[in-house]
């Protein structure tokens, strides 16, 4: 039976990570952006909160959450910091989804604890400078020596890169499969012939850490291998469908911090004689702000409710991602537009919120990537 | 806690309203379009399948679905054939406002009329050549009789105005005191001193009627005031807040409509050497209509939900009725598009399609006005929500 309203613990997931964020993430949010800092300090306080081990099983440390807990956590944080949001979601999304997902209870009880509580941070690596959207070019190669791995390659654009304990890593095991060649790994930080390549400076998102990985002869033991061998992508996709849930609340969360800020400002702001919410120019940038969230919002709902039922949402997390990235970027560059000039300072977070919501149309697949999926729904594969 | 799974009732109405309004609605749409025929009969099959009284209670002649069940079944219909899909919804709604502010004589006596299909339909009279999207600005008058009230001016716009059995009508009975002047009153079709004028020569909606009405000493009883004297804009507000949501359902449904035939003819239309659907603008111009009428979707069933629980929808059905609006309305153009110069064509639906979708940014308060809704919600919040 249709039901728009969350649980009683879910309002209650909420408010508690609102107020965390609103104590110990916002006032410190501008430094971090400007100083490009990856706030390690404030990892044990996300871990208190269990929010560094979302979906992990509580027997594994883990806070057992729904994927709608997730969408609300990283909306949240968002609201105040995109990238504490990212960080989040690239943590428990990617990597520690990837091993709760594909993992043998070895590998599981090996590092979900760690990484659910926070003690090591988890990355996840599956872009390569001329492989982006299209997996299937992916170059890193490993090849089976004895009862090891031999990885060899590098990988770019990668969430925690310098700042990682355990990375999963995908590598093409069949080249001639393509993308149904690829297989998963996990590395740990300071393997022999792991090296963390150039620290990437990015629009936004400055308080999470972008790197490259570079891979000489790394041996990786085959008890490593995460998943079935050539079913990285498989898994992948699936990491993907419920990952875009997460930027897609990333990017409602920035829109709705901007204009949380928009609102606010325009009822202080005096010209003319009176607050400039007074004047309708305003007040419908508002209006079309706060309807187009609404809108996302909703469809993010629905794709994480799917998640939890099980039931596959790879067309809703694609409109979801493609809806809600778009709706932020819209409300953060209102927000500055109604800022006026004080929205284009450092001084107010209305262009730091839009710095990081380009991300959101990018990341997880580009707002191009998912028309493709949809349109895939839509006709069939042309 | 969050469920997006219709219940089976739910679920047996939208079918029933998609089976009827394919079966006989959509294969007559194109030439109502063209005739400008008042579907007089498609209305009275869809009186009998309980949808002129989808959310009203069962005593006096609904289907008491609720309005979940409501909205879906317009959509339904209104994919069909958008022209009757408006008749429906303002006979819905009369119903409804009557079941919320009549007294039980009066809708006894006049709802029946209306599910049935015995008054074919019914009709509000709220908008004036001068007071359109400020109805404070109306200048029609309803002065005491000795037996109850007369009423005097000009409505415009008047949907069904011509047809109806059933008429809410709002008039000013203390001209002085603004919106708190304005009272309702029920008047039945064919009530001596109450005439429709000239047919509007509209853009689409062609199956639909829309006439001025001149009141001119018409006389009623006082059992025709609906609710209280000078509480005639709590009336209009509620028929508005959830004619809303109505008008959501009709623009998905339409949106629905284009999107399914573009997505049709996309497959079928070869240039090239290959289907137009394989080429990426093409298949990124469907994606688009598509994301954005799901999110409509979301949004309308948001606000009937609300609507359906007793609380506050009037923000959530403004959010929806603007936002399914104008993505329908892109929808409908970029069905044109995608069809090149059939779309342009009446060999095609698609451009029906554009000229029926764009009132709805246009009635029920137009886009701009549902910003201002939404806007005045905003900033009445605490700041620090």
New interface residues.
Partial sequence: MIDFEDSESEKILRQTVRDFAKKEIAPHARKWDEEETFPAALIPKLAELGLMGMKAPEELGGAGMSTQDVAIVIEELARVDGSVALTVAAHNGLGTGHILLAGNDAQKKKYVPNLATGKWLGAWGLTEPSSGSDAAGAKTRAVKQGDKWILNGSKTFITQGSVGDVYVIIASTSPEKKQHGLTAFILEKGQKGFTVGKHIEKMGCHASDTSELNFADVEVPEENQLGELDHGFIDTLQILDRGRISIASMALGLGLGALEAARNYARERKQFGRAIADNQAIQFMLADSATELEAAKLLIKRAAWLSDQGRRHTYESSTAKLWAAQAGMRACDRAIQIHGGYGYTREFPVERALRDCKLCEIGEGTNEVQRMVIARHLIGRA | ???????DE?RLVRDTARDFATRELLPKAAARDRSGAFPVEELRALAKLGLLGVNIPEPLGGAAAGV?AYSLAMTEVARADASVSVAMAVTNMVGEVIVRFGTEAQKEALVPLLTSGDALVGAFGLSEPQAGSDPGAMSTTAKRTANGWRLDGNKQWITSGDRAGVFVIWAKTDPAAGTKGISAFVVRGGTPGLSAGKHEDKMGLRGSSTVPLLLDGCEVGEDALLGKVGGGLSVALAALDGGRIGIASQALGIGQAALEAA?TY??TRVQFGR?I??F?AV??R???M???L???R??T??AA??KERGVAFSK?AS?AK??ASEAAWRACDGAIQLHGGYGYTRDFPVERYARDCRVTRIYEGTS?V???V???S??Q?A?N?
């Fill in positions: 806690m969050i469920d997006f799974e219709l219940t739910q979940i997505r996309v497959k289907p659907g394989e990426q298949q990124f469907l994606a688009d598509a994301t954005e799901e999110a409509a979301l949004l069933l948001r939900w609300m959530e959010m603007l936002y701009e549902q910003r201002i939404i806007a005045r905003l900033l919040q700041s929500a």
